[in-house]
Every structure is written in structure tokens, then in C-alpha cells.
């Protein structure tokens, strides 16, 4: 088996005295792990931060076997957010996402689009917390757990949604709501459209809800808890009243 594509570097960890594993989401093949040659040398540890962007030349005997990978560097990656300690905590914090609820060997194109947008905006630390919300949106839609925020799911009506039912992930109007609004999940007005300018308040009712289906429909079937820099996050980008 044999390929080459554009990849993320997820996490990597030392093996042997010289190598490291390297958990990769490539393109078209999904997320792959593979040995890295020198993968311990100070020059190749750059490579194997999370959020890298690579160019993976793979090779294994067999799709059952763990391959072994040669990696080319593809722009500044982790470097060019050296100095923004918030949008490298953003960085871990999606790699550990896709990471975690990704299945080994299987094509998430979608996933990895999320991910490279994602990436871009980092540079832009006024949008990059809402394109994160985004970012898991389409992670959960590519899992095949899409919310479906078109309409409210009790009358149809595509007015005045603000709530999500936390059972099904799917939008409820205001007056359709109302009876039920402390069991409901705030939809903030972004994720209904790009021409919706940001309130406070709302990237954090877009974690909690992006959260909330991630656990319940990603990570609670796994036994595993939601990814510890993705929590670590929420409570920076608090401190920083980014919420």
C-alpha cells in the first residue's frame, strides 16, 4: 500500500531511540498512523507538532500493517502562531478533537477541510474561536451527525430560531421553545449564517453546543471523555472573555 497526500499532524510520540509514530489526518485516506525515521531528531520535531501541515509519502506492506512515512513540510504551520499562545491552544485543541473521534483508515475528506480552514483563520484572532465551533460542526456532519439548524423542528418555520433540542440537534423556534427553554441548548445566530455579526456570548453557547453532541454522540460511545486540550481550551478563551 502506497500513497502520497496532504496531511495534519494530530500528535506524534516517541518510539525506539531515534523514531516516533506520527498520527496523521491525510486528505483522501482518512487518519493514518505511521513511523517516522529520526522522527526523535531535533530537526524533525518541528514537523511533529500538532497541527503540522505535511506532505506524506506512505508506504506499508499490507493495510493491516503500520507503514512508515517520509514528510515534507508545507508552509509555516505551528510557527507562524508562535507568539499567540491562545491560537496554539486552538491548535491542540482541534488536533486532539479530530484525533479522538476519527477512526484509523477511513477517508474523512470533509474532517480535513474543516481542519485547513480552520488552520487558516488561526492568523485572524478575531474570527478563529467562531471558525472552531465551525470546525467541530463539520467534524460531527462528516461523522454523519449533522445538526440540521435549516428550520425549526416542531413547525418548519425557518424564523426566529434560537434554540437546538439537546436530544436531537435539531433547531426550535423561539415561540415552538418557549415552554421547554430551560432544557434547551442556545443556537447562536453565526452558525445560521455568514452575514451574522458576532454578539457576546455567542462562541461560547457554540462550544457548549458543539460540545454537547461531540459527547453524546461521538465520545460517549467510545467510553472516552471529551479531549482534555479542548476543555483546557474553553476555560483560556473564557479567561481571555473570549466567550
Known amino acids: 500500500m502506497e500513497f502520497q497526500d496532504d496531511a495534519f499532524v494530530l500528535a506524534a510520540r516517541a ?16 487518519r493514518v ?6 522522527g526523535a531528531s531535533r530537526k524533525m520535531k518541528p514537523f511533529l507538532q500538532p497541527g503540522a501541515r505535511v ?19 508545507v508552509g509555516e504551520g505551528a510557527a507562524a502562531l508562535f507568539d499567540d499562545r491562545l491560537a496554539l491552544a486552538g491548535l491542540a485543541a482541534a488536533a ?19 481542519l485547513e480552514a480552520l488552520c487558516e483563520a488561526l492568523v485572524h484572532p478575531e474570527i478563529w474561536p467562531a471558525v472552531f465551533v465551525r470546525f467541530e460542526l463539520g467534524l460531527l456532519d462528516d461523522l454523519g451527525f449533522g445538526l440540521d439548524l435549516s428550520k425549526c ?18 433547531a ?3 415561540e415552538a421553545g418557549r415552554p421547554y427553554a430551560d432544557r434547551m441548548l442556545t443556537l447562536p445566530p453565526f452558525l445560521l449564517g455568514s452575514q451574522q455579526r458576532l454578539q457576546p456570548g455567542d462562541v461560547g453557547a457554540g462550544f457548549a453546543l458543539t460540545g454537547h453532541f461531540l459527547e453524546m454522540f461521538v465520545f460517549h460511545p467510545l467510553n472516552k471523555p471529551l479531549p482534555t486540550p479542548r476543555l483546557r481550551l474553553v476555560d483560556q478563551l473564557s479567561d481571555a472573555r473570549m466567550l
Not at 531515534?18 to 482518512?30: E, K, M, N, P, Q
Open 15 to 30: 518510539h525506539g531511540e531515534t523514531g516516533a509514530i506520527v498520527d496523521l489526518l491525510t486528505r483522501s485516506h482518512g
Open 33 to 38: 498512523l505511521a513511523f517516522v525515521v529520526g
Open 153 to 170: 423542528a416542531a413547525t418548519g418555520s425557518t424564523d426566529d430560531l434560537i434554540w437546538v433540542s439537546p436530544k436531537t440537534g435539531r
Open 172 to 174: 426550535v423556534s423561539a
Open 55 to 73: 506532505l506524506a509519502d506512505y508506504r506499508a506492506r499490507t493495510s493491516e500493517h503500520l507503514g512508515s512515512v517520509r514528510m515534507e513540510p
Open 96 to 114: 486532539s478533537v479530530a484525533q479522538g473521534a476519527l477512526h484509523e483508515r477511513e477517508p474523512h475528506p470533509g474532517a480535513y477541510l474543516a
